[in-house]
């Protein structure tokens, strides 16, 4: 049997005979007006189909950007309200008000979206009801890093509007002392934000010159790869420590090691490394 005979007589449907393509043709039931029977015909195949009003009309969309919005406004609000300093001047405008402030202070990309996880709500809500202290701050760091783009760099450490303009300053001074050597300091503290405290970026600084053994320089490694401080840090591979005396200054493992170093250490080193 080359093709399927098909015949509907009541609802005037011509006969059709030896088809040799699949065709679908859609039949109108004047009696039931929820149903609309669907009849495809194909070669060798009958097919009844059935679909009701419902399935046509298309379900609204969620909107989960503004529902995790709100969520994140509440959250903020319920936490600053509950602060003395700023209890009674947090309110849900306020709050919408700051975010939107810093929307247009950060333009993106990324858009400014405060993160719950890395800051707590109550750290927001002291950022958001300030938001002249906050553009003074950005101006700050905008002009010690021209080039760094500073929507991304708050959306990995938003921490940093937390700090007083003098603290702000003394790290930027900082972390440029420590990157002399740097051919683009805007770049690499746009990829890893968190070497934007002194601190952190002298222990990477030391850690590195430890792992290639003091043959290369620790910043031009940050700089080729500077994915090597997360990989470091999914292993769990643990950095030097770097100490802070009571007038600020820093003190790690291998500024002074020359210096320090007994004299089995100086062996290896010149025997081994080629260091003198």
């Not at 002399?180 to 890893?192: H, Q, R």
């Amino acid at each position: 049997m080359n093709g399927v005979h098909l015949h509907v007589s009541n609802i005037g449907v011509p006969r059709f005979s030896s088809l040799r393509k699949p065709h679908l043709f859609s039949l109108k039931n004047a009696a039931c007006k929820n149903k609309i029977p669907s009849v495809c015909i194909r070669t060798r195949d009958v097919i009844l189909c059935e679909a009701t009003s419902s399935d046509r009309e298309a379900s609204p969309a969620h909107d989960f950007v503004t529902r995790h919005r709100i969520r994140i406004i509440d959250e903020i609000v319920n936490a600053g309200q509950k602060l003395p300093s700023v209890g009674s001047r947090c309110s849900l405008e306020q709050i919408q008000d700051g975010i939107q402030q810093m929307q247009s202070l950060l333009p993106g990309p990324p858009t400014f979206v405060p993160n719950m996880d890395l800051m707590k709500g109550s750290d927001w809500a002291i950022v958001l009801l300030d938001p002249q202290a906050t553009a003074s701050k950005l101006v700050q760091l905008k002009m010690h890093f021209p080039g760094m783009n500073l929507s991304k760099v708050i959306a990995a450490r938003p921490t940093l509007l937390l700090r007083s303009s003098i603290e702000l300053e003394k790290d930027a001074l900082g972390v440029k002392k420590l990157l002399t050597t740097a051919k683009n300091i805007d770049v690499l503290l746009e990829t890893v934000p968190a070497l934007m405290s002194p601190k952190t970026l002298l222990s990477a600084i030391v850690t590195v010159n430890k792992w290639y053994h003091l043959k290369r320089d620790p910043v031009e490694v940050l700089e080729q790869d500077p994915d090597i401080i997360r990989r470091a840090q999914d292993m769990d591979t643990p950095f030097e420590p770097v100490y802070e005396d009571g007038e600020g200054n820093y003190e790690a493992p291998q500024l002074n090691y020359r210096e320090k170093r007994t004299d089995w250490q100086a062996y290896i080193d010149k025997k081994y490394y080629g260091q003198e």
